[in-house]
């Protein structure tokens, strides 16, 4: 049988359709969002330690996702904060943090997101996180760019702007975002990694999600961004818009970005930047300390 022949379900899927319907199920999932939280949200639940907490909507936000997703597409995979994993059949799998900066959204502050990047064959292809309370929406498809579009609540969306990353070229003129993970131990020892990189930049911002941190960096609002201890959902979007938008995401000593390390950073600012990183003993990942972190 010619591949012109073949079920539709068996063809290789464009970038471009998974990124439309990654961001028509952002926006369902931003609306629910904006809704539910117009109401009294409360902690539901915590996870890795008392300050780490879940809500209802955190909930609600990733089982609409899913319903959404496996009704377009029943053959794909699907990983998500809140417990969703399933491998697919269809070589792609989506990558969901339906809440990003649950403490955010709980003291209503602006900073949270939906994040959803699709994988192809085990490459992220395409990302999107959707900020409703901030009024943007970031996308990026492999080798097609990133881009934010404004997306203010019942309104219109408008039309895409193309992201153009900071061009600084020395660490002490570099505003620097990053993020805390939430057990005791992780958070000493990555306020004793902040000592190290406070003096050495311009500044230091911590937002509280990760997705926007690195969406911020793709924009050129802050010039670099690094954490330990993401997860992939906390990343997946956020790193292809990044990269997209011409900065550099990677790990430690040349590995991907990953739990050990996720930096992003224009070219001229990330080995200085990942090299003063691995000046500090990794102790926040060393053992009898799980590994956790998404705001």
């Known amino acids: 049988m010619s591949s012109v022949d073949s079920p539709p379900s068996t063809l290789r899927p464009a970038p471009a359709a998974l990124l439309d319907l990654g961001l028509d199920v952002a926006r369902e999932a931003g609306a629910l969002l904006v809704t539910g939280r117009a109401g009294t949200v409360a902690a539901e639940a915590t996870k890795s330690s008392p300050t780490d907490v879940v809500t209802a909507l955190d909930r609600a936000s990733e089982a609409l996702v899913a319903r959404r997703l496996r009704a377009a597409r029943p053959d794909d ?11 697919g059949t269809s070589g792609v799998r989506w990558i969901v943090d ?19 990047a699709a994988e192809l064959d085990g490459e992220i292809v395409a990302g999107v996180v959707h900020a409703p309370a901030m009024g943007v929406t970031y996308t990026a498809v492999r080798g097609g760019g990133a881009f934010h579009r404004e997306t203010p609540v019942g309104s219109a969306a ?20 990053t993020g805390f993970g939430y057990t005791e131990r992780r958070r000493a020892t990555q306020a004793a ?11 230091i911002r911590r937002m509280g999600a990760a997705s926007l941190d690195l969406c911020a960096a793709a924009a050129g609002l802050v010039d670099a961004y690094y954490e330990r201890g993401l997860h992939p959902w906390d990343h997946a979007a956020g790193a292809l818009i990044a990269a997209e938008a011409g ?8 590995r991907g970005a990953g739990e050990d390390l996720v930096v992003a950073a224009p070219p001229a600012l990330f ?12 102790a926040d990942t060393d053992q009898g300390t799980p590994a956790v972190t998404g705001e």
């Open 193 to 203: 990694v902040l000592t190290r990189v406070a003096p050495r930049v311009r500044d």
């Open 158 to 177: 408008g039309e895409p702007a193309r992201l153009t990353a900071s061009t600084v070229t020395e660490l002490g003129g570099a505003l620097v975002a």
């Open 77 to 87: 995979g699907l990983l998500g904060e809140e417990g969703s994993d399933t491998a």
């Open 271 to 282: 080995a200085p930047l990942t090299a003063l990183l691995a000046q500090h003993p990794r």
């Open 247 to 254: 900065l550099l995401v990677g790990g430690l000593d040349g």
């Open 98 to 116: 339906p809440l990003d900066g649950t403490v955010n959204f709980l003291y209503r502050l602006p900073n949270w997101a939906v994040s959803i």
